[in-house]
């Protein structure tokens, strides 16, 4: 019998996360303080996030161990499987094997419990008694509800209207885990209530939500905010991902030719990706590929500029690929990829040719994933969706180029409660979105004044 699973035993789990900070050949540009556009320190980012957070966040250090009560949690659903697609593979008819890191099986349903539940651990250990976040499609929303539960922290999640909307079981999710979700832009801040005041039937968007989530945590008492993607800590309590597939791969004597990933805010794609990144930096072969929407293609037609994560420009200026603060995307179903802003660590890896980009139109990656549910059976979220359109474009270059490839893609997370998005697919009403050059060139009007990151 052929393998189809590789798995790890409890006790193979790994103890650390890696810093990809440790080895780039080049430093990052740092955060800058918009009000004196020098370096942000610690200091400054202390009423937002606990000192034991930002610790990682500018640490050097390689490895970082993994707190025992994280891993314990952990262990409720990792190691999770490495699994070989071979139906998929069949159907495609390629010369490749297709493998997959299966983050659906966590308890919220995604990837995003690698790090909620750090975070609310670090929280929770620096005496931080509410955690206020953004979400988008409500996978983040949902995870940081359960983590919120299990190490006994309050948890209030703005959610995008849009989504709120459309995805009505995800709040229902953080509520059964006893979060409080609000549909933003809402009456409840400052932030909100002034986008209301001008657009009464705004959609909503990532960078309206977090401003919302931040004025929420520091304006009181022991709270705390606490973001889902995008920083160098979320993605470093990612890396577990790629850790575990490295692990994996050692077990059946494989190593990957491509590995690639969704990018929305980065944090799924860098997990799987950044400890192969580690290994292309010290000289292996191996292509690394983010796959984002056309409707919000932030690294395949943003520029790498210093711009805010959010709305109110309530955060730190970032370096990274960007479509502008202000930019409110198309409502297209993969509401975990409209975000604005690129990671700072990807875009980074990005800028330096150490990882490519490419851009799917929310269609072909619904037909991606319908193909993928009737061959390997489990429904994808739409944000994975885009990563299995890459893996088919893979395949096909594959087919032409008549070389064989072995492929490793993040499954970020399952579509069980995204149903609504596929009836739209299914019955003919999701439109093709890509975004006109003009609108992006409209959108990073509102960033032509700020610093620009060194070369
Ligand atoms: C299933 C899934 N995949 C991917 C993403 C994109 O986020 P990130 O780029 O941080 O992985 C999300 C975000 O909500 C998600 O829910």
Known sequence: METTKVVLTDHEIPRQWYNIQADLP??????????TGKPVGPEDLAPIFPMNLIEQEVSRERWIDIPGEVLEKYLIWRPSPLCRARNFEKLLDAPVEIY????????????????????????????VKRLSTETG??????ALAMACRMFGLECRVFMVRVSYA???????????WGAECIPSPSDRTESGRQILAVHPDSPGSLGIAISEAVEDAVSRENSRYSLGSVLN?????????????QKQFEKIGIYPDVVIGCAGGGSNFAGI?????????????????????????????????????DLAKKTPLLPMYTLGHDFVPAPIHAGGLRYHGMAPIVSHLL???????????????????????????FIPAPETNHAIA????????????????TILFNWSGHGLVDQASYDAYLTGKLIPYTLPDEEIQRALKSIESFPKPQA
């Open 233 to 245: 800590h979320v993605l470093l309590h990612q890396t577990i991902i790629g850790l575990e597939a």
């Open 390 to 405: 890459a893996v088919v474009a893979e395949a096909w270059r594959a087919k032409e180029e008549g070389k064989k490839r």
């Open 100 to 127: 997959y890191k299966n983050e659906g099986l966590s308890p919220a349903g995604s990837h995003k419990p690698n790090t909620a539940i750090a975070q609310a651990y670090y929280n929770k250990a620096f005496g």
């Open 166 to 176: 459309q995805k009505p079981y995800r709040r229902m999710m953080m509520n059964i």
């Open 26 to 35: 080049k430093p990052m540009s740092p955060p800058l303080h918009p009000g």
């Open 273 to 309: 990706a950044l400890p192969f990144v580690r290994d292309k930096i010290h000289g292996k072969q191996v292509r690394i590929v983010g796959a984002e929407p056309t409707s919000c293609p932030t690294m395949t037609k943003g520029p790498f500029a210093y711009d805010f994560g």
């Open 351 to 377: 800028r330096e040719g150490l990882i490519e980009a490419e851009a799917y139109d929310q269609i072909e990656t619904f037909e991606a994933g319908i193909r993928w549910a009737r061959t390997e059976g």
């Open 137 to 142: 499609a409500g996978q983040w929303g949902s």
